[in-house]
């Protein structure tokens, strides 16, 4: 049976009441904002902890990598799912035990003390945040009358930059004082926070046409196409470009992609009804979020160890030196919330991926000895070009969806993001290596050191990568500097290129961002209490 899916907005059965504290709309926003705040704590918090762990428990650059992939991976794959959950069974029910999942698992990694189980937990972080993230946006849909969501979703943008600026300085502060392990512990208390605010505030929403039933062909094909294709993104660095392992996964990633578009052509309730990707705007929504989570997310991944590894900082003044770039966005995203409501999210969006675009070229000038003040410059325009991208891709996606689709429309919002970062991530690590395993060896010549033998070649190698000087113990002062030298200049190279090819993708998202406009279908909160 051909399913028939239109985009006429749905008014959810059960409206918000007008007085008290449940279903109120900002303390709606409220309570979201809590839980949201407490996974993109987690993000920076991990990003400035990345080289205690690695020192503490002797993982390798491809270790490394992975607690951040398989904390992407499990995200890339359950998010839609996740999405759809909370459409069929509500959005407070699936954010309250995402909640609870992702508070105890970032427990559970902080008791860790091998790198796999820190991996493994990651994954369970991920599956819990893919219940968190759609869920609070589909509850700020079902509560926020049309001419007020915008700015909700500002406001809920500026509560990430906020966590995200916390984030670095409270990790640092942790990591240098007490234990990288402390820095997911941080997460128990936020959690249990949003636990009391969202089981007493958060109303559940129900739309008239909320599906009845689970599509389990077509998650089961989702999942596998989405698995494959991450999977192969993560492995390339690893296999290489050209491995015909990674090309297979990638070809089984289309064919289950395929297979998926096809079923969902024929059942009766789909995950994803396919009329959804006929709206231009939703696609070019999606595939924004995308390109903007390679150029940043990429990015933002060399950024910990140029400041940490490079210029020698503590965790706590890495995390100071990225405060131009989250404060912006602090800034930034409530009025990009409300210029967006004005004049439409095109030209904002545009506007940001061209100051993306000029950041990341930027970036790729910096180099050793770069100052405070031209760092704080091009973060700045970073947080500033990034703003009103995530508050107007957000409401493209999720605006042009019907009311019932609302997980699974802030679903696809998260996973652009998430296949994004980890292709991102992949690619531009796989830039760094090629670079580095290119001029290494040349360069360690030029400087007159002592050759390097087989052996020794891929431990360098890694060790530059995340801008380490593999300096054997004992060796003279004067040949330490040299070999330092020599490794912060390769790794520079390789991040410069990293930050050029990132550019390139933020140029490429200034064209998409003008097949976007504003939604249609954001009139779903109609019943909504007045704001």
């Keep these: 049976m051909t399913s028939q899916t239109t985009v006429d907005s749905a008014p959810p059965v059960t409206a918000p009441s007008k007085k008290g504290l449940r279903g109120h709309p900002w303390l709606t926003l409220f309570s979201v904002a809590i839980g949201v705040m407490m996974v993109a704590l987690d993000g920076t918090i991990v990003a400035i902890a990345n080289p205690a762990i690695q020192k503490d428990l002797g993982a390798s650059f491809a270790d490394v990598q992975w607690i951040t992939n398989g904390y992407f991976l499990a995200l890339a794959v359950a998010l839609i799912t996740a999405g759809k959950l909370g459409d069929r069974f509500g959005h407070r029910q699936t954010f309250l035990i995402g909640v609870i999942g992702f508070a105890a698992a970032s427990g559970a990694i902080g008791l860790?003390?091998?790198?796999?189980?820190?991996?493994?937990?990651?994954?369970?972080?991920?599956?819990f945040g893919a219940l968190l993230m759609p869920a609070a946006l589909g509850l700020l849909r079902a509560t926020f009358p049309a001419e007020k969501l915008n700015m909700a979703i500002g406001i809920w943008g500026m509560v990430i930059g906020a966590s995200t600026a916390g984030g670095?300085?409270?990790?640092?502060?942790?990591?240098?004082?007490?234990?990288?392990?402390?820095?997911?512990?941080?997460?128990?208390?936020?959690?249990?926070?949003?636990?009391?605010?969202?089981?007493?505030?958060?109303?559940?929403?129900?739309?008239?046409?909320?599906?009845?039933?689970?599509?389990?062909?077509?998650?089961?094909?989702?999942?596998?196409?989405?698995?494959?294709?991450?999977?192969?993104?993560?492995?390339?660095?690893?296999?290489?470009?050209?491995?015909?392992?990674?090309?297979?996964?990638?070809?089984?990633s289309i064919l289950c992609f395929v297979a998926f578009a096809l079923w969902e052509n024929r059942v009766k309730e789909p995950l994803i009804p396919m009329?959804?990707?006929?709206?231009?705007?939703?696609?070019?929504?999606?595939?924004?979020?995308?390109?903007?989570?390679?150029?940043?997310?990429?990015?933002?991944?060399?950024?910990?160890?140029?400041?940490?590894?490079?210029?020698?900082?503590?965790?706590?003044?890495?995390?100071?030196?990225?405060?131009?770039?989250?404060?912006?966005?602090?800034?930034?995203?409530?009025?990009?919330?409300?210029?967006?409501t004005k004049v439409g999210p095109r030209i904002p969006l545009a506007g940001g991926m061209?100051?993306?675009?000029?950041?990341?070229?930027?970036?790729?000038?910096?180099?050793?000895?770069?100052?405070?003040?031209t760092m704080s410059l091009w973060?700045?325009?970073?947080?500033?070009?990034?703003?009103?991208?995530?508050?107007?891709?957000?409401?493209?996606?999720?605006?042009?969806?019907?009311?019932?689709?609302?997980?699974?429309?802030?679903?696809?919002?998260?996973?652009?993001?998430?296949?994004?970062?980890?292709?991102?991530?992949?690619?531009?690590?796989?830039?760094?290596?090629?670079?580095?395993?290119?001029?290494?060896?040349?360069?360690?010549?030029k400087a007159g050191l002592p050759p390097l033998k087989p052996g020794q070649v891929g431990p360098a190698s890694e060790a530059v990568q995340v801008?380490?000087?593999?300096?054997?113990?004992?060796?003279?002062?004067?040949?330490?500097?040299?070999?330092?030298?020599?490794a912060h200049d390769t790794f520079m190279s390789g991040m410069t290129l990293a930050c050029l090819v990132a550019a390139a993708v933020a140029f490429v998202a200034i064209f998409v961002a003008l097949l976007t406009k504003r939604g249609e279908n954001a009139d779903a909160a109609n019943g909504a209490a007045h704001v």
């Design 168 to 252: 670095p300085i409270l990790g640092g502060v942790l990591v240098e004082h007490v234990s990288w392990q402390s820095v997911f512990f941080i997460n128990v208390p936020v959690g249990v926070i949003a636990l009391v605010l969202g089981a007493f505030i958060l109303l559940d929403h129900r739309a008239e046409k909320a599906p009845k039933s689970f599509d389990l062909p077509g998650i089961g094909l989702l999942s596998a196409a989405m698995f494959c294709l991450v999977w192969a993104i993560i492995k390339a660095p690893d296999w290489g470009w050209g491995s015909g392992s990674v090309w297979a996964f990638i070809g089984v």
């Design 354 to 373: 061209v100051f993306t675009t000029v950041a990341m070229l930027g970036m790729s000038r910096l180099g050793i000895d770069t100052g405070t003040g």
């Design 379 to 445: 973060f700045a325009l970073l947080g500033l070009g990034l703003a009103p991208v995530m508050v107007g891709a957000t409401e493209v996606i999720v605006g042009n969806a019907p009311m019932e689709l609302s997980g699974v429309a802030g679903g696809l919002q998260q996973a652009a993001m998430q296949i994004g970062g980890s292709l991102g991530t992949a690619v531009l690590g796989a830039v760094m290596a090629s670079r580095v395993s290119n001029e290494l060896p040349g360069n360690w010549t």
């Design 112 to 127: 860790s003390h091998s790198i796999g189980l820190v991996v493994t937990l990651r994954v369970f972080q991920g599956l």
């Design 275 to 340: 009329g959804l990707f006929k709206s231009v705007p939703v696609s070019a929504g999606v595939l924004l979020m995308a390109l903007m989570a390679i150029a940043f997310l990429g990015g933002l991944f060399f950024v910990t160890f140029y400041l940490q590894n490079v210029h020698g900082m503590s965790p706590v003044d890495a995390g100071l030196h990225l405060l131009p770039l989250t404060g912006m966005m602090i800034v930034a995203s409530p009025l990009a919330g409300a210029v967006i």
């Design 467 to 486: 801008g380490t000087a593999p300096v054997p113990k004992g060796v003279p002062a004067a040949i330490a500097e040299k070999i330092t030298s020599v």
